[in-house]
């Protein structure tokens, strides 16, 4: 691996932001050794307040309110871009243009017009870019994806996933740009990103979707503007039915009125020889049967195995995995923390990243498609890969 440093900036210090900086402190502690030597040169937030106070917090060399003064810096090498949806666009604009690397949260865009003009810049692009669907970086979905591939499962009958949370279920609720067609906000492209990428790339792709949505309050309080209400113009909810070319059928739904429901990213898949499931709330088990072992007198062998994934990631080329122990429990974060030494590898050299930009506007497509298709109340052809 290269020993030079590498410049780190990050573009928005909300949530996501945050999270992609807590990966880059602790990368060095995971893995041995690390992918590569980094720095935290810049970081970029709207306010000189806030920008400053995500300085401190984060460990950067300087900030700004300027995203041009981070993407455009002679020692910045990789750009997160953790921006509300609305603003990728201007962003991956300046990192493309100036050769960056790019790490951007999902979904790629806010419109499918947005992701058709950012393809158009993509030609002669030689920077390593990839999407944020962190999900696909846990073991449980890694063990998932091998034994898809090694023909496990066979071929696929039907499936089931969802993607839900209860956050919206009151309707008073004060809400931000995330309820906003315009801002590219929404569940289909907030929830529904996760578990169509998931589905996807385990056993995708699907040939077309019937989708219907709703919207669960039409006004709500502004969590920008006290005092006012807004109009919510995007769904709360929205519950798929996707078709292979070979004939699979399936159901997925996302949902943030799912009342009870934490972080509940779920999918359960069967076919000619086994089936499979997984629950997001119970990350260290991937739960498989195997139709294919005998049955018999007091059930033979037949039922479903927990496979203890745990954090049993792959060792590193010539290292190992420092923190934590491969069995202690799993959480949110150590996904992100992975994907992100992914991306970091790729960068070095270690091979593509995936899931790539271009996977990550293909999915863009797939979600509009899904939006067409609850407007419409009709299936709707999807694109292909």
């Known amino acids: 691996m290269s020993e030079r440093i590498l410049g780190v900036g990050v573009l928005g210090f909300g949530f996501m932001g945050r999270m992609h900086t807590y990966a880059y402190r602790t990368i060095p502690l995971h893995y041995d050794p690390a992918p590569g030597r980094f720095a935290l040169r810049a970081v970029c937030t709207a306010h000189a307040a806030t920008a400053e106070a995500a300085k401190q917090a984060g460990g950067f060399d300087r900030c700004t309110t300027d995203p041009r003064a981070v993407i455009e810096a002679d020692d910045v090498d990789i750009v997160h871009v953790c921006t509300p949806n609305q603003a990728h666009l201007d962003a991956l604009r300046l990192a493309v243009a100036a050769g960056r690397h790019i790490y951007v949260d999902k979904p790629v865009t806010a419109s499918l017009a947005e992701a058709d003009a950012l393809a158009g810049l993509l030609p002669g692009y030689r920077g390593v870019a990839q999407v944020a669907l962190q999900n696909r970086f846990l073991p449980a979905t890694m063990k998932a994806k091998r034994l898809v591939d090694e023909g496990f499962i066979g ?59 709703r919207i669960w309050s039409r006004q709500r309080p502004s969590l920008d503007r006290p005092g006012e209400r807004m109009t919510i113009d995007v769904e709360d909810a929205a519950v798929m039915l996707l078709r292979s070319a070979d004939g699979a059928i399936g159901s997925v739904e996302a949902s943030k009125i799912a009342t009870g429901s934490e972080d509940e990213l779920r999918f359960e898949i069967h076919g000619r020889h086994g089936a499979m499931r997984f629950n997001l709330m119970q990350p260290n088990y991937l739960e498989v049967f195997d139709g294919r ?29 420092k923190l934590p122990s491969p069995k202690n429990a799993i959480g949110w974060t150590r996904a992100h923390v992975h994907a992100i030494y992914c991306f970091l590898r790729s960068v070095a050299g270690a091979g593509p990243a995936s899931p790539s930009l271009s996977d990550g506007l293909r999915l863009q497509r797939v979600l509009e498609a899904v939006r067409e298709s609850a407007g419409r109340g009709a299936w709707v052809d999807l694109p292909q890969r």
Request: glycine fraction near 14%; include cysteine.
């Open 155 to 213: 071929p696929v009958s039907h499936f089931r996933a969802a993607y839900l949370h209860g956050g919206s279920i009151d309707p008073d609720k004060a809400v931000n740009w995330k309820s906003t067609a315009a801002a590219g906000g929404g569940v289909i492209r907030d929830l529904g990103s996760h578990v169509l990428d998931l589905l996807d790339w385990l056993i995708g792709p699907f040939a077309a979707v019937h989708c219907a949505s």
């Open 293 to 321: 072992l005998p049955d018999g007198d007091l059930g033979g062998r037949h039922g479903w195995q927990q496979i203890a994934c745990v954090q049993r990631y792959p060792v590193p080329d010539g290292g190992r995995l």
